[in-house]
């Protein structure tokens, strides 16, 4: 899939090796002129992307239907 939404709502923590694969996600469907995007992220891991200083590598969004409407802006 060129363009792929991660509905994190169930998501209570990341540790660096989830990082790493979330990292390693974009940047496969990015060159492949695709979009890796959040939705219903957790406080809680917003918090922590932002602090290991990724809170503006992935675009987040309330809902999915907010997300899947967004791909390809």
């Known amino acids: ?3 792929v939404v991660l509905d994190l709502a169930g998501v209570q923590y990341i540790d660096s090796t989830r990082l790493g694969e979330l990292i390693a996600s974009h ?3 990015s060159r492949h002129g ?3 995007k959040f939705a219903r992220t957790p ?3 917003t918090e922590l992307l932002a602090m290991a200083g990724l809170g503006d590598l992935f675009e987040q969004f309330p809902s999915v239907d907010d997300a899947v409407g967004s791909v390809g802006r």
Request: proline letters at 0%.
């Open 1 to 3: 899939a060129r363009h």
């Open 34 to 36: 695709g979009q890796l």
């Open 43 to 45: 406080a809680r891991v």
């Open 27 to 29: 940047v496969a469907v």
